[in-house]
């Protein structure tokens, strides 16, 4: 496998959360906003890479009856690093994610690295897989609070929890922008759907996003196999033609 | 304290913030181990049984080791390395002596390392009752991971039996599996959603 | 800004410090006295899984999805979600290539 | 044995180290935290009483020694209708802020964090020196987002001017959000009986 191949498999083929169902619980239970999924994101993106790194530089120093206490040991001083430094400088994202910063600990997507990768390869290859596995989680976060926030609010807003390069909240984009090229006070909050930001609605999103991905790749693994049925009707039918050629060859040569 | 603070407790952490489908912890097995009834309700005596010993646990190293010392910033990492050693030594223990323990207990074990809602409950004693409570709190601590328990049991049991039937019923080719199993939690959630207020 | 002061760093050093080495003497020598005898190619086959423990197959851990593949339960290997191709070949040609300790061979497919 | 001693040695070498690294970097966040925290709170005060961002203030709560935040020099100005408490009221944080210049009270404000259905709810009661009602403000939520959004909006508001008394205070009672302006309105009627209780002694 290249580096980039390594990097890159994160994303769609080896999708943590839309492919392996690993780390479920911080999909459903903070992406009620675009941004708490991206903080989350970043926060998992440190503590894989780094982790990846420990244990690859120490796979072979770590005896195999003590293999589990000791990555969580390394998986959770990074976790704890990460959230003293997310308290000191982005204290509203401390708060929204709240106890599920302690709680990357056991993301089952960060010891399974651990496991079945990093313990296994050199620490350069285990650093790129942890950055591309963190940044494809990331993606999937994103793509659900994103979801979830505009079917909830009918917006996208960023610089509440993250307080970077804005000093005021902003609305990157809103229905309102839309619909009030057409009707001067219109309120999409006032419509839209609530429940998308409480808990049925995390589950119900994630099955509409989920269904939606298995949905494709059903239709193209359908689309494969009557292509597939198509070549074998066609070889038949060579073959057919092949056996009744034979067959009047024969009859001629009798 | 009186026994209504540990029923009400109870009550409240089983129904109404229930553990999956109100704070969403245990996700991870309450969609893998829940494709048979049977399996659920081993998951389900599993959390139990390693939540109210972890209560006890990290009750007594919070406020015996890192609170004396000031220490309390490295809760998480303490917490955790004592939960999964404990595991590890109780699911030993099975084997070794009671195979059909084992078999029906101990197989679900190593999971529980991986399962957030035995940390989050730990966590979540920390903020919500050590601090309020300080030595009689590890009562209510314990009786609040009962119900965390009860709940998660509750719920999964409840869900793989809806899962058993859905395998029998015909689904579209894109909803098959997790996803109509995730509108089903959500329904559910929906349902419990109902019970907020109560209390 | 920085004031470490040596007390202070001793504390969480000790206290993190002796819970490693006692748990890890513990654990060390739990291991030695409950040691049970089980199949070998248990072992070897939940080595080659991917080791999430995520329960995604529906069987408790890659512990119980090893033991089901050994003792000839499991039908699909690709139950387990993270696993990949590569990592199912390896178990098939294990288990083809070792008889269990009554000489019967396991087949399972993909 | 000499693998056993191994093993654990090279647990005790890990968890030593991480001790280590997360000490240094709890010494290194800690004051960043308190620094933030304390500016927050200056921030809360500063919008509840709109005060401009030149005047400097300064806070006495009932929990924590002022002396260790913010050091007060001088006299506190002997006619003064509250007395600052030994302990807090039930449930509630009582601060009293002067203004540093002249050490002049400018008002109380209240602290009380509610749980409810959905969450918590942190809330902050100001209360102007003359006893009408400065601010109330949401410092705190982990309840819905587009909930708090629309009660910050259009709820809170109607609070500010209205005396603080029990029988004259008003609610508005058709809201959406229920549980979160419920919780709202407790620590409300908390504060202003707190505060009344306070300056009739």
Do not use: H
């Not at chain 1, 780390?23 to 708490?36: K, Q, R, S, W, Y």
């Not at chain 1, 959770?76 to 994610?97: N, P, Q």
């Not at chain 1, 689309?223 to 009047?248: D, F, G, N, Y």
């Not at chain 2, 009962?146 to 509750?154: P, S």
């Amino acid at each position: 496998m290249s580096k980039k191949e390594n990097f890159l498999k994160g994303f769609f083929k080896e999708n943590p959360i839309f492919v392996f169902l690993l780390g479920m619980c911080p999909a459903l239970a903070v992406t009620a906003v675009f941004e708490t999924a991206l903080g989350m994101g970043l926060l998992v993106i440190f503590v894989l890479t780094m982790s990846n790194i420990v244990v690859s530089m120490l796979r072979n120093v770590i005896p195999n009856d003590v293999r589990t206490p000791a990555y969580i040991v390394i998986i959770a001083t990074f976790v704890t690093i990460v959230g003293m430094v997310s308290k000191a400088f982005t204290y509203d994202l401390y708060l929204a994610l709240g106890v599920f910063i302690p709680l990357i600990v056991v993301n089952c997507l960060i010891l399974g690295r651990a496991e079945s990768f990093a313990s296994k390869n050199k620490v350069l290859d285990s650093a790129i897989d942890g950055f591309g596995m963190g940044l494809g989680f990331t993606f999937a976060l994103v793509v659900i609070g994103v979801f979830r926030e505009f079917l909830s609010t009918g917006g996208i807003i960023w610089g509440e929890f993250l307080p970077f390069f804005v000093d005021q909240p902003v609305t990157l984009f809103s229905l309102d922008m839309i619909i009030n090229l057409f009707n001067s006070d219109f309120v999409i909050a006032d419509y839209a759907l609530n429940m998308f930001s409480l808990a049925p609605g995390a589950f119900i999103a994630l099955g509409i996003i989920l269904a939606l991905i298995q949905g494709k790749s059903a239709r193209r693994i359908k689309k494969e196999i009557e292509i597939q049925k198509q070549r074998i009707v066609e070889l038949k039918k060579v073959a057919l033609a092949k056996k009744a050629a034979a067959a009047k060859l024969v009859k001629e040569a009798a | 304290m009186t026994w209504t603070v540990f029923a009400v407790a109870i009550f409240n952490a089983m129904l109404i913030n229930n553990v999956i489908l109100k704070q969403f912890l245990g996700i991870c097995p309450f969609l893998g181990v829940s494709k048979k009834s049977s399996s659920a309700v081993g998951m389900g005596a599993a959390v139990t049984f390693v939540m109210v010993i972890a209560s006890f646990v990290t009750y007594a190293i919070y406020s015996y080791v890192l609170v004396p010392y000031g220490i309390e910033y490295i809760s998480t990492i303490a917490f955790i390395l004592v939960i999964a050693s404990l595991v590890q030594l109780v699911e030993m223990i099975l084997k070794k002596f009671s195979k059909p323990l084992y078999k029906s207990l101990g197989i679900y074990l190593p999971l529980i390392t991986t399962n957030c809602a035995i940390l989050g409950v730990a966590e979540g004693n920390i903020s919500n009752i050590y601090t309020n409570y300080g030595s009689s709190g590890m009562w209510l601590a314990v009786f609040t991971a009962l119900g965390t328990a009860l709940g998660f049991t509750l719920i999964i049991f409840a869900f793989s039996s809806v899962r058993e039937k859905l395998e029998s019923s015909n689904v579209p080719d894109a909803w098959k599996g997790v996803p109509i199993s995730l509108v089903v939690a959500g329904i559910m959630s929906i349902a419990f959603l109902g019970l907020q207020g109560i209390l | 800004m920085l004031t470490i002061t040596l007390e202070a760093l001793i504390v969480p050093l000790f206290v993190l410090g002796g819970m490693g080495l006692l748990l890890g003497l513990g654990l060390a020598y739990a291991a030695d006295v409950l040691k049970v005898e089980i199949d070998a190619r248990i072992e070897k086959v939940i080595e080659l899984l991917p080791g999430f423990n995520c329960g995604a197959c529906g069987y408790p851990g890659c512990a119980g999805f090893g033991e089901g593949i050994v003792e000839g339960e499991v039908e699909q290997l690709s139950l387990c979600k993270p696993g990949k191709d590569s990592d199912y070949n390896a178990i098939m040609e294990y288990l083809k290539s070792t008889p269990g300790p009554d000489g019967k061979i396991v087949e399972v497919k993909k | 044995m000499l693998s056993k001693l191994k093993t654990a040695l090279v647990l005790l070498l890990i968890g030593a180290v991480s001790g280590g690294l997360i000490y240094i970097v709890n010494d290194i966040t800690a004051p960043i935290i308190f620094e933030n925290e304390l500016q927050r709170k200056i921030g809360f005060y500063s919008e509840i009483f709109e005060i401009p961002e030149d005047q400097e203030i300064i806070y006495k709560d009932c929990t924590t020694d002022p002396n260790d935040l913010v050091p007060i020099d001088g006299q506190l100005e002997e006619d003064v209708t509250f007395e600052v408490r030994d302990s807090c009221p039930e449930g509630l944080t009582e601060t009293f802020i002067y203004d540093k210049a002249d050490n002049s009270l400018i008002g109380v404000v209240y602290f009380g964090n509610e749980k409810n259905s959905y969450g918590e709810v942190g809330v902050l009661v100001g209360i102007n020196i003359d006893g009408t009602i400065a601010n109330v403000v949401i410092s705190s939520s982990t309840n819905t987002v587009n909930f708090v959004k629309k009660i910050e909006k259009e709820f809170l508001s109607p609070f500010m001017g209205q005396l603080a008394d029990p029988q004259l205070i008003e609610f508005d009672s058709a809201t959406g959000a229920t549980y979160t302006y419920g919780s709202v309105t407790d620590i409300v009627n908390d504060a202003i009986a707190a505060y009344n209780e306070g300056s009739d002694e």
